[in-house]
């Protein structure tokens, strides 16, 4: 019991050590987009949930889908945060996933999804297979070097594992590949909002969102062909 405890404690030490260093790190723009996007899943999610007459089966499919990534979300910010990056990068993939099966609902029969994985290579573009795959190789620590998100620097110069995250520059790479999946979900969660609730005033949040994707830009977590 008293290791438990003294895991616990040093553990929370480290983690707040850890949430200062990412935000001392961050940019301003980096920070402001960060509270930007988490406010407004926050509202654009209020106006979702509520009581509806009859909902279909796959109107309430994609409802529970949606509040899982929403919850999951805001778990996975706090993860990065606080240096738990490989957890972060596998709950991201995720995250893909729920999306992927989102758009599937839209498209395809719902007898036709019931008991299979999501096919992110069918439902997205380069970009978004390029980035399940990445996700995957640290899911699944599918090579050494995924070791790097949980290693630290010793005094003498050596690396060596560690079971206590240390704030990493890594960590800002991370949450941009967060973020990068959440913007496409938020832009289909207001969809989905417009779609099912007609009394959303949609264009506070789409003016919201469009002001996030120019921020998106600024801080590199969506990237041109200029870029």
């Known amino acids: 019991?008293?290791?438990?405890?003294?895991?616990?404690?040093?553990?929370?030490?480290?983690?707040?050590?850890?949430?200062?260093?990412?935000?001392?790190n961050e940019t301003e723009v980096h920070y402001s987009f960060r509270i930007t996007l988490d406010g407004l899943i926050n509202l654009v999610a209020k106006?979702?949930?509520?009581?509806?007459e009859e909902p279909t089966k796959e109107f309430l499919y994609q409802l529970n889908i949606a509040i899982s990534y929403i919850r999951s979300h805001y778990i996975i910010n706090e993860l990065i945060l606080s240096g738990d990056l490989i957890e972060a990068y596998t709950l991201i993939r995720k995250q893909l996933e729920k999306l992927t099966r989102l758009h599937e609902i839209d498209s395809l029969p719902l007898k036709i999804?019931?008991?299979?994985?999501?096919?992110v290579n069918n439902v997205f573009k380069e970009v978004a297979k390029v980035?399940?795959?990445e996700l995957s190789e640290v899911a699944h620590f599918g090579k050494p070097k995924v070791?790097?998100?949980?290693?630290?620097?010793?005094?003498?110069?050596?690396n060596g594992p560690s079971l206590f995250p240390t704030y990493k520059e890594s960590a800002l790479i991370c949450y941009d590949k967060n973020a990068f999946v959440a913007l496409y979900f938020t832009h289909w969660l207001i969809e989905f909002t417009i779609k099912h609730n007609k009394e959303y005033e949609s264009?506070?949040?789409?003016?919201?969102?469009s002001i996030l994707e120019k921020m998106a830009l600024d801080?590199?977590?969506?990237?041109?062909?200029?870029?």
């Open 1 to 24: 019991m008293e290791a438990a405890l003294l895991y616990q404690e040093q553990a929370d030490k480290t983690r707040a050590i850890v949430k200062k260093a990412f935000e001392t």
């Open 47 to 52: 106006k979702l949930v509520g009581k509806y």
């Open 113 to 119: 999804l019931i008991g299979q994985t999501p096919k």
């Open 131 to 133: 980035l399940y795959r």
């Open 147 to 158: 070791s790097q998100l949980i290693s630290f620097r010793t005094s003498d110069g050596k």
């Open 203 to 209: 264009e506070e949040d789409e003016n919201t969102f």
């Open 219 to 227: 801080c590199n977590i969506i990237k041109t062909d200029k870029k």
